[in-house]
Structures are given as structure tokens and as C-alpha cells.
């Protein structure tokens, strides 16, 4: 079995199965079908505003509805789509199906802004701002209902063609985050650079918060930082009462996490967000 040209994830998924060693490559077989069947669903995870309740905006997770194995997490493909390049149609499909349920949500009368992640190979590709502009031209959704959700990774490398994607898509209306902030090896130049509005700190921080490891220095350090830098900042990742605390009290006021919701499916997500009982903190 050619282990070493298996990633990690790969291994993981079929380690505990017993399945014969030579479908350790029908993953890929599998996602090939997939993508060309486009069997994969969003998710949808709120941003709740904790001074007054409110959400505006929610994040787009995929899901791979898998015929045998049922919801397959991100986790356990992404990894191996990016090394396949079945992450560019990848990220078309999820692109489009979040342009898609924003627009339905804005005619049903609940302009929710959509959130969709972006990896590196996507955001890099020569025609990336005219897929965006097609996706939003098929679907009818005004550019400030879309969030593009980029990690640290995208920004390094050209950084004048960084800057040149993310100014024409800022342009345009779409808002760009930075995502799992603090855990990339990037430098922070590029956030005075780059047309970026929100730091989303990364739920390893946030975590860690009442751990005897505590990183809620950090915590507090990116929040102080993105609020000079005239940025918005989002926790991803909280679940307790103890971290929201810690939140509010430094003045992040956005938040992301188990706490509030886990991602779930366009159906339930509006009458959710309306039974959101009052957050209001101060
Ligand atoms: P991410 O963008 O950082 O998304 C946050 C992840 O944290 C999600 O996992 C979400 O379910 C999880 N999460 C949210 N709140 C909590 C919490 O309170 N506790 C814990 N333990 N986890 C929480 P998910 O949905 O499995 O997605 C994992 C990653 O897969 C995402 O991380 C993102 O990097 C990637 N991904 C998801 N959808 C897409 C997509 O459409 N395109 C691309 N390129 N990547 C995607
Ligand atoms: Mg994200
Ligand atoms: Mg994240
Ligand atoms: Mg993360």
C-alpha cells in the first residue's frame, strides 16, 4: 500500500475500518464522484452579536453527503481535495449553493450576509474575482451579502497579486476575513496592506482560555490589536459562559462557537436565529 503517498486524514478515516487496504483509495475515486454530482450541502453557523443578540451574518461549512457514510466532515476531505486540485470545483460548489441560500434568505425578507471559505489553490486561480462575480451575477445576491473567509496561508506568496484580488473583490462590496487568525506563519504587515475587515481568532486560543496553559493574553492582545488597526474581530470556537466572559470583557464582541450553535442546515436557520433569546451583556 503506498502509505507515504497517503495525508494523514486519509489514513485516519479508513484506520479503524475494516475495509480491504486497497479501498484506502476509493476516498479519492469517491470525492472525484462527488464533486461531479455535486453531493455536498452547506451548513450554516451563526455570528452572534452578544452586546444586543442580533446576527448578521453566518458561515457556510460543507458537508459531503456520502451515499454509505452518510455527513462526511470537512476534515476528512478538504485535506485530500487540495492535494487532488478537486478543491477548486470544490469550492465552485459551495460558492455557489452560499450565494444561492443568501439570496433566498434576502427575498424571504432576512438579508443574512453568507460566509464561505476560500483556500489557498481557489483564491490563487488567474480567474478567482470572475468566478466570484458570476457566482453573484447567476444568483442575483448583492456582493455585501457575500463574506469571503481566507487564511493566512492565501496571503503569502505574490503579495502584489494578493493585493490586487483582494482590492477588486473589496471593491465590489465583498468583505474578506482572516481566518483562524494567529495559527499562520505569515506577517502581520499585510493586515495594513490588504483591504481586510475582520480578524476571526482562532478557536485554539479561545479554547485555552481557562486552561492551565492559558494563551488569553493573545486573546486579548489580537482583540486590542484589531480594534487600533480599525478591524472587526470574531471568536470562533467558544463554548463556554467563562470564555464569552472573557470576551466581552475585552471588548469582542462577536462570536462564533458551540455555545450559541453548531452549524446546521438552511432549513433551521432563520427561525433559530429569531428564538436567539436576548444576549444583552451590559
Ligand atoms: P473553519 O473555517 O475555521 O470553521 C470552523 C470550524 O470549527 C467548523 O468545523 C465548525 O463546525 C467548528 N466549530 C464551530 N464552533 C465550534 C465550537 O464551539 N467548538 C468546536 N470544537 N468546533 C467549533 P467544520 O465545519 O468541520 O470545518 C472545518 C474546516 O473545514 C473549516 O474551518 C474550514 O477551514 C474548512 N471548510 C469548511 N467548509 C469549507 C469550504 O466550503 N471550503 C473550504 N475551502 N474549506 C472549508
Ligand atoms: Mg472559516
Ligand atoms: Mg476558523
Ligand atoms: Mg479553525
Known amino acids: 500500500v503506498h502509505k507515504a503517498k497517503l495525508s494523514r486524514q486519509h489514513i485516519e478515516i479508513y484506520s479503524h475500518s475494516d475495509r480491504d487496504p486497497a479501498e484506502l483509495f476509493s476516498l479519492e475515486s469517491d470525492l472525484r464522484i462527488a464533486v461531479a454530482n455535486k453531493d455536498f450541502v452547506l451548513y450554516y453557523q451563526p455570528k452572534v452579536n452578544i452586546q444586543n443578540g442580533s446576527v448578521d451574518s453566518v458561515e457556510a461549512l460543507i458537508r459531503w453527503m456520502h ?37 433566498a434568505w434576502q427575498d424571504e425578507g432576512h438579508p443574512l450576509r453568507v460566509a464561505v471559505n476560500v483556500s489557498a489553490m481557489q483564491f490563487h486561480q488567474e480567474d478567482f474575482v470572475e468566478q466570484v462575480l458570476d457566482k453573484l451575477r447567476q444568483t442575483g445576491l448583492p456582493p455585501k451579502l457575500l463574506e469571503l473567509e481566507i487564511t493566512e496561508s ?6 502584489e497579486r494578493v493585493k490586487d484580488t483582494m ?74 459562559e467563562e470564555q464569552v466572559d472573557f470576551l466581552w470583557k475585552h471588548g469582542c464582541n462577536l462570536v462564533q462557537g458551540f455555545i450559541y450553535f453548531r452549524p446546521m442546515p438552511a432549513e433551521q436557520v432563520i427561525s433559530k436565529i429569531i428564538a436567539l433569546p436576548a444576549l444583552t451583556k451590559s
Open 167 to 240: 482590492t477588486h473583490l473589496s471593491q465590489l462590496g465583498i468583505s474578506i476575513s482572516i481566518d483562524d487568525f494567529g495559527t499562520g506563519y505569515s506577517s502581520l504587515q499585510y493586515l495594513n496592506l490588504f483591504p481586510i475587515q475582520t480578524l476571526k481568532i482562532d478557536r485554539s486560543f479561545v479554547q485555552s482560555i481557562e486552561s492551565r496553559t492559558s494563551q488569553a493574553p493573545i486573546v486579548s492582545t489580537i482583540i486590542a490589536m484589531a480594534q487600533t488597526l480599525g478591524l472587526e474581530v470574531i471568536a470562533e470556537g467558544v463554548e463556554t
Open 154 to 159: 492565501v496571503v503569502m506568496g505574490d503579495v
Open 67 to 103: 451515499p454509505e457514510r452518510g455527513v462526511v466532515s470537512p476534515g476528512d476531505f478538504i485535506p485530500l481535495a487540495e492535494e487532488t486540485g478537486l478543491i477548486i470545483k470544490l469550492g465552485e460548489i459551495a460558492l455557489e449553493l452560499a450565494c444561492q441560500q443568501a439570496k
